[in-house]
């Protein structure tokens, strides 16, 4: 319990510092009494589920955020650190270095004339598509979308379907977001 209490004291104190907020700002916000901030900041406070949440509302993060192990402000990531994966005619990249709940966002390089089949996923899942460079085809349900530079495609990723680099002599690059259904 001692951990959780030193996590939320720190989090409060570096999520206040960061917004410039005094314990009395805080408390307007948020409905809970100065002296009650004081105490959480302090670690000896044992609070409530309900101050729990008027807490994380205050700061609009999570009630796991508050009280796991503080982030770091800042986490640099050396480009040969981040894991890529070959695919079939494919190289694909994450754009982010942690796994966020219900998303996966990618950058995928298409080698000239190159082709990848993506996986379904679950019913109600949503990809939205966007062409960096080069052409990407996708061919989804029978039906082919030829996507340019710029250009932007949200279709239903539960269904089977596949990447395309149309060009024979450049790469192709798109980026990926995959908003997966929530489970019911």
């Known amino acids: 319990m001692t951990d959780v209490k030193n996590n939320l004291a720190d989090n409060i104190r570096r999520l206040r510092a960061a917004r410039q907020l005094s314990q009395q700002q805080l408390a307007n916000l948020s409905g809970i009494p100065r002296p009650t901030w004081a105490s ?18 205050a700061f609009n993060v999570s009630i796991e955020e508050l009280i796991g192990p503080p ?13 890529q994966r070959k ?7 994450p754009l982010v270095p942690e796994a966020i709940s219900g998303l996966e966002i990618s950058r995928t390089e298409l080698q000239p ?8 996923h679950k019913t109600g899942t949503r990809e939205y598509l966007t062409c960096e460079r080069g052409r990407v085809e996708l061919v989804a349900a029978g039906q082919h979308h030829l996507l340019k530079e710029g250009d ?3 279709f239903r990723g539960d269904q089977r379907h596949s990447y395309i680099n149309p060009d024979k002599r450049r790469i192709s690059v798109s980026v990926s ?3 997966f259904a929530s489970r019911q």
């Open 152 to 154: 932007m495609l949200v």
């Open 177 to 179: 977001v995959v908003c």
């Open 40 to 57: 959480l900041e302090t670690g000896v406070a044992n609070p409530t589920l309900s101050v729990l949440s008027k807490a994380a509302n």
């Open 113 to 120: 004339g190159g082709s990848m089949t993506g996986t379904p």
């Open 87 to 93: 695919k079939q005619g494919a190289m694909v990249r």
């Open 71 to 83: 982030r770091n402000e800042f986490e640099y990531i050396p480009a040969h650190k981040v894991r």
